[in-house]
T-cell receptor, first 112, second 117 residues
Framework: GENVEQHPSTLSVQEGDSAVIKCTYS??????FPWYKQELGKRPQLIID?????GEKKDQRIAVTLNKTAKHFSLHITETQPEDSAVYFC???????????FGPGTRLSVLP | ETGVTQTPRHLVMGMTNKKSLKCEQH?????MYWYKQSAKKPLELMFV???????ENNSVPSRFSPECPNSSHLFLHLHTLQPEDSALYLC????????????????FGPGTRLTVL
């Protein structure tokens, strides 16, 4: 089955700096890669996703890149702010929520 | 309340008790999921229901028994649990297989914090 790895497990950055979180997956059939943000005590929420026919997607300060050949994808956050502090989960899926496998998460701390 | 709701929000039970967790979605979705979130395995998929049919069971012990009476409701029946089952249990929903949406965002509920004594 699918296996998703995520690095780093913890990340601290200064406010205003960029943060990069990387994930790798094992099943080449996966074609949907969402990123979820979970703030302390709250539920995970989708922040951005990318599909296998796209190499890069951007939404304001957040961007995701996908390399299907290497089977890895990354989340980039620019101009980080304290409210970006949370746990970020990547996931891989073949669509329809089937085989929806999450990475172990990255705890991001943005220091003022 | 809109979105995905879960009750109870907190539950403490003994190992011999029987309890049930409830999830309800108000989004018109057709797929529902149970996840277990703990320090050891942050988001572990347990069960998937698509149009009320269970389509995935990730080797979950039989002391966890899911029930999906309709596309809007999902239950997780618990019996003879172990202390290591203490965790946050999250329910989620999405559009589902036959709805035409190939890539489906999952909407999570607030979770039930379960403590097994």
């Amino acid at each position: 089955g699918e296996n998703v790895e995520q690095h780093p497990s913890t990340l601290s950055v200064q406010e205003g700096d960029s943060a990069v979180i990387k994930c790798t997956y094992s099943d080449s059939a996966s074609n949907y890669f969402p990123w979820y943000k979970q703030e302390l005590g709250k539920r995970p929420q989708l922040i951005i996703d990318i599909r296998s026919n796209v190499g890069e997607k951007k939404d304001q300060r957040i961007a995701v890149t996908l390399n299907k050949t290497a089977k890895h994808f990354s989340l980039h956050i620019t101009e980080t702010q304290p409210e970006d502090s949370a746990v970020y989960f990547c996931a891989a899926s073949m669509g329809y929520g089937q085989n929806f496998v999450f990475g172990p998460g990255t705890r991001l701390s943005v220091l003022p | 309340e809109t979105g995905v709701t879960q009750t109870p929000r907190h539950l403490v039970m003994g190992m011999t008790n029987k309890k049930s967790l409830k999830c309800e979605q108000h989004l018109g979705h057709n797929a529902m999921y149970w996840y277990k979130q703990s320090a050891k395995k942050p988001l572990e998929l347990m069960f998937v229901y698509n149009f009320k049919e269970q389509t995935e069971n990730n080797s979950v012990p039989s002391r966890f028994s899911p029930e999906c009476p309709n596309s809007s409701h999902l239950f997780l029946h618990l019996h003879t649990l172990q202390p290591e089952d203490s965790a946050l249990y999250l329910c989620a929903s999405s559009q589902g297989r036959a709805s035409g949406g190939v890539y489906n965002e999952q909407f999570f509920g607030p979770g039930t914090r379960l403590t097994v004594l």
